[in-house]
């Protein structure tokens, strides 16, 4: 049997071949009458995309690469990655690119794979799961005039392509809310402070404590947002005998779980002695028993959004981007 071609599928749509691969890659340029036109006369004739011939041409890959500083089985564990690949993959079968996963152990080697895999041309553009005060690998993508997309922020460059959620408002409000609960000593646990996101929520949290309360900021770090690190951290800043607090907002779901695990076989009631907050609102929390109270960020959504945006970028060479900031919501449960 014959193989088609994007010469035969043009012939019998009646379009150029240069239209039928613009469909193939989506191009914003072929209207949507014309790619129901291409799609169908495809599916009539049985034609099959061949990524690899089409990159020996094109010099593309249609690949997208995620490279996550941290090991596949610790990643694949955290819901926020899972969310974020989850929706980023959604896309990128839609629009018909391969998404090439890559998972380092810390971020000198997210750095040096995303770099590899750039220079061997395995990828037409990267999305970045975070970033990090004076982040090298963003300085090297902005030089090299790389196709990224940033989920967070970056806060050396200007005008860089982002998907994130105004983490200084949300956490502002949260505050403000646990404030007009009655609680009067609130403290923030935090994951390593070079992360520009746990920058962005200290600084909302401290800016609602100096607005609508008297009472000193006090923020707890720990390594690394692991239930055990947090748990540790937390036990043993309850053992010292330090000024107690009343509620406890912790930047992230998986560290809001290790401080209340710490805080009850400390001996005191959550949330009748001390209230916990997450942020995320990762599906286990809504399960535990005191249940979570937490941000819901659109974790999903922002995998998609970021894919949608690169992909945009590479086929649009008029487009270099936005800046997306997706709404978050307060979830009340039981830890409040």
């Known amino acids: 049997m014959k193989n088609v071609t994007i010469k035969d599928v043009a012939k019998a749509a009646g379009v150029s071949p240069s239209t039928v691969s613009r469909v193939i890659s989506d191009s914003h340029r072929i209207s949507k009458e014309t790619k129901r036109l291409v799609r169908k006369t495809m599916k009539e004739l049985g034609y099959h995309h061949n990524a690899i011939a089409r990159s020996l041409v ?4 249609d690949t997208i690469g995620l490279v996550m500083a ?8 955290n819901p926020f990655f899972s969310g974020i690949i989850q929706g980023i993959a959604a896309v990128t079968q839609k629009k018909h690119y391969s998404l090439l996963l890559s998972s380092t152990a ?10 590899k895999l750039i220079r061997n041309r395995r990828v037409d553009g990267v999305i970045l799961m975070s970033s990090r005060s004076n982040d090298e690998l ?12 940033l989920i967070g922020r970056c806060a050396e460059q200007e005008g860089i392509p982002t998907v994130n959620n105004d983490n200084i408002k949300d956490t ?16 923030a646990l935090s994951g390593p402070e070079e992360y520009i996101f746990c920058q962005d929520r200290a600084q909302g949290y401290r800016k609602a404590l100096d607005e609508l309360a008297d009472t000193e900021p006090l923020i707890m770090f720990i390594d690394d947002f692991k239930f055990e690190e947090a748990y540790q951290g937390v036990l043993n800043y309850l053992k010292s005998g330090q000024m107690r607090f009343d509620a406890i907002l912790a930047f992230d779901d998986m560290i809001a779980l290790g401080a209340l695990r710490a805080i009850q076989d400390y001996g005191f009631s959550v949330p009748e002695d001390i209230a916990v907050v997450g942020f995320n609102d990762d599906p286990m929390v809504s399960y535990i ?10 974790i999903i959504k922002m995998g998609e959004e970021a894919a949608k945006m690169l992909i945009k970028i590479l086929n649009d060479e008029n487009y270099k981007g936005e800046e997306i900031i997706l709404p978050t919501e307060m979830i009340i449960r039981e830890t409040v």
């Open 58 to 61: 094109t010099q593309r890959t």
């Open 172 to 187: 502002y409000n949260i505050v403000k809310f646990l404030l007009e609960r009655g609680y009067k000593k609130i403290a």
């Open 289 to 298: 028993k005191p249940a979570l109270t937490t941000i819901r960020l659109p």
């Open 70 to 77: 941290r090991p596949t089985r610790e990643a694949f564990a």
């Open 138 to 149: 963003i300085n090297q993508l902005v030089q090299y005039r790389f196709p990224f997309v």
């Open 106 to 115: 810390d971020y000198r080697e997210e750095q040096e794979e995303t770099i």
